[in-house]
Every structure is written in structure tokens, then in C-alpha cells.
């Protein structure tokens, strides 16, 4: 086994699958691994979304500036890339809906999001209730923005099509394989693996989802902040109601500070439909079972007491909204009624099978505050990619790009070849695209 490397990527997740895609391209001769604990890449949050293609348009231009820009970008992207693999992507759209005045008021600043982010005028559209009714006779609302722009796919089919891909180009992945450890030897990455043998590396991207800031920490980075675990379920709707709608519907969220969203209508690439997701705090990254989250309640919530998340925890404001997530959580019919507001057809007692949860990590800062943007932090030896969360797996392709161009420009992790082809992109030309 190759013991020796010049940079190991931690996390399979669509992220760290992205950034060993093109760097298969860019650096033929360097040896580099992607290491996962699961038995395949994308088993955890990459795997457990929505499955939308999201437009820009939830995302304010000034604080999630390069989400947004990743999110614009990259759904040309894998629209590209599921033509050239001929994997599912149904350009589908997706309506926003308000109840009142006050959601109307929001759903006009989601439309100049939108367009500050890039969507055209025919790709977003403000319709009032009567107009969207001859479209959609079954949604009751106050207004809705109509966005064209969004679709629908699979992330963890793309994300082993790219694994498949950076493997063709020399890329080794260790799968089953867990990063229980890392030193800095004699300048070099010592890396310990389940615990029981060690590699080791010139170079980490630290691409861990859920665990990244455990990583990041573990080499004396990001000390300041510390994550709060969500837990998103879904139920699965009838094939009664899979005709509903013709598209995928979200509601104006109701506490818009945090980031998270309240459960929508879902119609996912294959055609069926699902209620969710809603955000219920766990205590762990794969807090999917009530066992592990037992496992971790005292070490998380000493971390959370001991840090900026004990402020969060005592805020009122996020403590009605955990209530109501636990309540949606326990209760099939609050969840459900949360969605019936807006589709008054579904009956709760025909919705009897949950969907797969996906757990989202969020990040506070010392101050008690979430942090709305991706944090980007490095050392001469290391690049941690923290808060990545939605709509990561829409820019996953262009926001790798950017990781890569970044540890480029400040000298630690050299390209060998700064132009080249990568797949059906060129990656001087997404880098223009991100920067500009
Ligand atoms: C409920 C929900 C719905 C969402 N819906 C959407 C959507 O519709 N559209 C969208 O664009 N985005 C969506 N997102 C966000 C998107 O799924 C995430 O931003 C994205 O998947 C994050 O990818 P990642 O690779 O960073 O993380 P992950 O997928 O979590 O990957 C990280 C990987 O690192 C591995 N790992 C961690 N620690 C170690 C270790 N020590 N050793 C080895 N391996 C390790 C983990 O096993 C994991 O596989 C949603 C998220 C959630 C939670």
C-alpha cells in the first residue's frame, strides 16, 4: 500500500469528490487520496438532501456571496456533466410561496436576490395568487415566485460518477477508512487510520462535512467556532398525491436568521414526492439513531456549554424554533400540517413512510451567532473548507474550482498544469467565471 502523499483530501462528500475530480486533471503526476469512513462516498449529507439544482435566489449577494455564485454556476455545470454521463437532471423549477403581506414583502427580495445573483427576467417570475392558480389549482397562498432555473437530480449518483472519473485519472480512495488521527511530523501530515496504521501527506484538504471542524480543530484551526448538528427528515408522500403539483414548492421560511428552512413539497428526479426537510438538533454528524445521539450528548453539549453555542442555546428565539422542530419531529401531523398550510389536499393519516434524514452541521461563532457563509481557513499545511452547507451540492463543481485556484494563488498546493482540459470544462475559464 502507498504509505506516502502529496495531499490527502478527508471527506468523500460531493465536495471532496469535486475538488479530487479536478484535481485528477491538473496535477497527473502527484499522488493524492480521498480518505472516507463510509463503505462509498457520498453515504452521509452528499447522499441525504433534497436533490434540488438550486437557483440563487434564497441567498443575499452581500453575506452568502459565494454560494451564491457557486450555486449560478454550477447548475450549468451539471447540466453539462449529466448530458456527457447521461445521469437524471430535470430542469423542473420550483415555487416560493407567501401567506401574507409580510411573506409577499420577502418574496420581492428573493426575486432581487435573484437577479442581483444572476437569474434573468424570464427565469424568475413574481405571480399573484390568481395567476399562479391557472398554473397550480391546488397551492393556496398569498403570492409566489416562480423560479425556472432549479432543478432536480441525484447527488450521490454524481457524486461515485465523479469518484469513478478522478479514479480513472490516478486518484486513490480509501473507503471504510476513518481519519482517527493527525500529527505534524518532521513537517509532514502523520495521518492515523481506524486507528491502526498511519500514512502520510505533504498536504490536507479538509472536506469532512459534519466533521470538518473537529478536524480543523484537531490541527489548531478555527478554534473559535463550534457546529450545531441538524437533523432533516422527510416523510414520503402516497403515489395518490404525485400529481398534486407540477413542481417542487418552499415556503417563506419563518425565522429567516437561521439557516434553515421550513419543510417543503418536494417532487424528487424520479417522481416522487416527499414532505420535508425539517431541522431537529442532534448531537452528532450522524446522529440518524437515538443510540449515537446518546453516545454524544455529554461530550456535545459540554463542547456547546464551553463555547459560542451556549449563547445560541439560551437565545428565546432559537429556543421556539427547536421546540417546534422537536414537535415536527415527534408528531407526523405537525410536520405535515406545516406543508398542508399551503397544499390543504394532504391528509397526514395517508403519509405513513419516512424518507432517509440528512444531517446539516452549522456553525457559530464566539459571539453565539450563525455563521451564514462558508469559512475558508488555511495554514502552510492544511486548507479547511467549514459550513459548507446548502446549497453545497449545487456548487460543489465550481466552488472545488475556486479551493483549487485558491491554494494556488497563495503557493501551498501547486498545480501542474494551470490550464487544463478537466472533463468537458476548462479550468482557467470556471475560474474567470467565479471570479468575476
Ligand atoms: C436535509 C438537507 C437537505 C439539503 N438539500 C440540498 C439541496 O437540495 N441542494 C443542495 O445543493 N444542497 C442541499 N443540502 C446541502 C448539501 O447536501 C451539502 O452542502 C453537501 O452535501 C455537503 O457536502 P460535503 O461533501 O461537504 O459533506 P458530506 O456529504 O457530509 O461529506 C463529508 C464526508 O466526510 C466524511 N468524513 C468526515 N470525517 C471523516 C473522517 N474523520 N475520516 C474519514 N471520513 C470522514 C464523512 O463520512 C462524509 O462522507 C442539503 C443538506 C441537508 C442536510
Redesign the pocket.
Given at each position: 500500500m502507498v504509505r506516502n502523499f502529496d495531499l490527502v483530501i478527508?471527506?468523500?462528500?460531493?465536495?471532496?469528490t469535486s475538488i479530487s475530480y479536478f484535481l485528477s486533471y491538473l496535477n497527473k503526476s502527484k499522488k493524492i487520496a480521498v480518505?472516507?469512513?463510509?463503505h462509498n462516498v457520498?453515504?452521509?449529507?452528499?447522499g441525504?438532501?433534497?436533490?434540488?439544482?438550486?437557483a440563487p435566489y434564497l441567498y443575499n449577494p452581500e453575506k452568502k456571496k459565494m454560494f451564491a455564485k457557486a450555486a449560478f454556476h454550477g447548475y450549468d455545470m451539471w447540466k453539462k456533466y449529466s448530458e456527457l454521463k447521461n445521469l437524471p437532471f430535470k430542469e423542473d423549477g420550483v415555487i416560493e410561496v407567501s401567506q401574507d403581506k409580510q411573506g409577499t414583502k420577502v418574496l420581492e427580495k428573493y426575486l432581487k436576490w435573484g437577479k442581483q445573483n444572476g437569474l434573468k427576467d424570464e427565469e424568475i417570475k413574481l405571480l399573484t395568487k390568481s395567476e399562479l392558480k391557472k398554473i397550480e389549482p391546488e397551492i393556496e397562498c398569498s403570492d409566489a415566485l416562480c423560479i425556472y432555473r432549479d432543478a432536480s437530480t441525484d447527488?450521490a449518483i454524481f457524486t461515485k460518477s465523479l469518484m469513478k472519473d478522478s479514479k480513472q485519472n490516478g486518484i486513490k480512495f480509501l473507503l471504510d477508512?476513518?481519519?482517527t488521527g493527525i500529527k505534524n511530523k518532521n513537517g509532514k501530515w502523520k495521518i492515523t487510520l481506524n486507528h491502526d496504521h498511519e500514512i502520510f501527506s505533504n498536504f490536507i484538504i479538509n472536506?469532512?462535512?459534519?466533521?470538518s471542524i473537529d478536524?480543523a480543530h484537531s490541527v489548531n484551526v478555527a478554534k473559535n467556532f463550534t457546529d450545531v448538528h441538524f437533523r432533516?427528515e422527510y416523510w414520503k408522500a402516497p403515489k395518490e398525491y404525485y400529481n398534486l403539483t407540477k413542481t417542487s414548492v418552499y415556503s417563506v421560511p419563518e425565522f429567516p436568521d437561521y439557516p434553515f428552512l421550513d419543510p417543503h413539497w418536494i417532487i424528487r428526479v424520479d417522481g416522487t414526492c416527499e414532505i420535508g426537510?425539517n431541522a431537529v438538533p442532534v448531537f452528532s454528524p450522524y446522529g440518524y439513531k437515538r443510540s449515537e445521539n446518546l453516545k454524544e450528548f455529554i461530550p456535545k453539549m459540554l463542547e456547546m456549554l464551553g463555547s459560542g453555542a451556549r449563547k445560541a442555546i439560551f437565545d428565546k428565539q432559537f429556543q421556539e424554533l427547536t421546540m417546534k422542530e422537536i414537535r415536527s419531529s415527534l408528531s407526523k401531523s405537525a410536520m405535515v400540517d406545516r406543508v398542508k398550510s399551503f397544499l390543504p389536499k394532504i391528509d397526514a393519516d395517508k403519509i405513513t413512510e419516512k424518507g432517509t434524514a440528512?444531517?446539516?452541521s452549522s456553525v457559530i461563532d464566539e459571539h453565539g451567532k450563525f455563521v451564514p457563509d462558508v469559512i475558508l481557513m488555511d495554514d502552510p499545511m492544511s486548507f479547511h473548507i467549514i459550513n459548507?452547507?446548502?446549497?453545497?451540492?449545487?456548487g460543489a463543481l465550481p466552488f472545488s474550482v475556486y479551493v483549487i485556484n485558491r491554494l494556488n494563488e497563495k503557493g501551498f498546493f501547486r498545480n501542474e498544469n494551470a490550464d487544463s482540459q478537466c472533463g468537458p470544462w476548462k479550468f482557467s475559464e470556471i475560474v474567470e467565471k467565479i471570479s468575476t
Open positions: 478527508i471527506g468523500g462528500g460531493i465536495l471532496g480518505i472516507e469512513q463510509a457520498a453515504f452521509h449529507t452528499s441525504r438532501n433534497t436533490g434540488k439544482v438550486h447527488y477508512t476513518k481519519v472536506a469532512a462535512g459534519g466533521e478536524i432533516g426537510p440528512g444531517i446539516r459548507y452547507n446548502s446549497p453545497g451540492a449545487t
